[in-house]
């Protein structure tokens, strides 16, 4: 439960911050501040599968979290938790409730990431994120295959989230510091085979 544990104090923190979201603004804030925390710090904050999907990017633990189907995607103590930090105001709108917890599963650094990435972010519509992400390379290269309909998914690496749009990208870093990124993110285990 540690992965979802973090995911659900991350959308907690998210929308605690930012207010009411829908699904997909969620996905995509939370895939941003992966691909920071990735760049800045050679791993990601929530520790997800992702896939490039229809809208970009999407976690498929995040996705399973947000959809609330216990027992069908998460388990019962995972639904627990998050209907304690998260209420589901209609069919794909999200709330935090008004609840004071420990943010135990965060680090400094992560909530470092979620803040630049909500105040960077936040104030973007869902489909104004979904085709911000599309320009990132990790995505960008399935889209042919994906809007001719050829398959709807394909995995991607994490260490393709090492990528970065130029100059004028909010998420810059210096070529060198991405290097160290990488290595990071090579020596470290959890991430091996993803």
């Known amino acids: ?67 609330f189907d216990y027992p069908t ?25 008004n609840v004071d917890i420990s943010l135990d599963m965060l680090s400094e650094t992560d909530i470092e990431a979620l803040d630049f990435i909500i105040k960077t972010f936040g104030d973007k519509e869902s489909f104004e994120l979904s085709e911000y992400t599309h320009k990132y ?10 809007k001719n309909g050829a398959t709807k998914r394909i995995r991607l690496k994490t260490e393709e989230f090492l990528s970065v749009l130029g100059d004028d990208d909010p998420l810059k870093m210096p070529a060198e510091h991405i290097d160290e990124s990488r290595k990071i993110l090579k020596s470290n285990t959890s991430y091996a085979w993803k």
């Open 73 to 97: 995607n998460i388990s019962e103590n995972e639904f627990e938790y998050l209907n304690k930090l998260i209420e589901k105001t209609g069919t794909y709108d999200y709330r935090a409730k």
């Open 137 to 146: 390379p990790e995505w960008a290269q399935y889209e042919d295959l994906l």
């Open 1 to 67: 439960m540690i992965i979802s544990a973090t995911i659900t104090q991350s959308l907690f923190y998210i929308l605690k911050n930012t207010g009411t979201c829908d699904k997909l603004k969620l996905i995509k804030l939370l895939y941003l501040a992966d691909k920071y925390h990735l760049i800045r710090y050679g791993r990601t904050i929530l520790n997800d599968d992702y896939y490039a999907m229809e809208y970009g990017p999407v976690g498929t633990t995040v996705k399973d979290i947000l959809s």
